[in-house]
């Protein structure tokens, strides 16, 4: 089964929690990235000062959500992601992002968005950021070979 009007809704209603509160929530997201691999902070220019409360940092969080929120979007209509910006292959490689990396950012991804669903939160919900999310990631890895 493809992605269903109901995943893409439930992407984009969260995606608009999120937004709700995109100061707390970029900071738990970046927060968990740096435990989960402290040694991204080295890889992004604006986390030299560490996580802190600026419009920077949620502007970079709010692009990486919003475009998992378009790809839910595009997986609907489609079938399938399309990179919107054309050089996202070449910076990722440039900065030395490999694989694993991919992974990391997912998970503080799910549970970025697990906090700011909250009691709409459901594994359906999860599943279809994942999807999107993965599709992303792929499209992404594609750009970078
Ligand atoms: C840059 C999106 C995965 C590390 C960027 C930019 C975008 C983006 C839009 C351009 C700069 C900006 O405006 O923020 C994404 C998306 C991802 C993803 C949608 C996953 C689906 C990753 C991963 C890493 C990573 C896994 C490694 C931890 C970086 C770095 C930059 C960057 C280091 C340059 C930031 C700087 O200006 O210092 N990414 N990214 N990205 N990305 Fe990603
Ligand atoms: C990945 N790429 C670009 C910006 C980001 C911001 C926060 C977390 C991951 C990111």
Do not use: G
């Given at each position: 089964m493809g992605f269903t009007d109901k995943q893409e809704a439930l992407v984009n209603s969260s995606y608009e929690s999120f937004k709700q509160n995109l100061s707390g929530y970029s900071i738990l997201f970046y927060t968990?990235?740096?435990e989960k691999a402290p040694a991204a902070k080295d890889l992004f220019s604006f986390?030299?000062?560490g996580v802190k409360d600026s419009p920077s940092l949620q502007g970079h969080a709010e692009k990486v959500f919003g475009l998992v929120s378009n790809a839910a979007s595009q997986?609907?209509?489609t079938g399938q992601v399309v990179l919107t910006n054309a050089t996202l292959g070449a910076i990722h490689v440039q900065k030395g992002v490999v694989d694993p990396h991919f992974v990391v950012v997912k998970e503080a991804l799910l549970k970025t968005i697990k906090e700011a669903s909250g009691d709409?939160?459901?594994a359906e919900l999860s599943t279809a950021w994942e999807t999107a999310y993965d599709e992303l990631?792929?499209?992404i890895k594609k750009a970078m070979k």
């Open positions: 968990v990235i740096l986390l030299k000062d997986l609907r209509a709409k939160w459901s990631a792929n499209a």
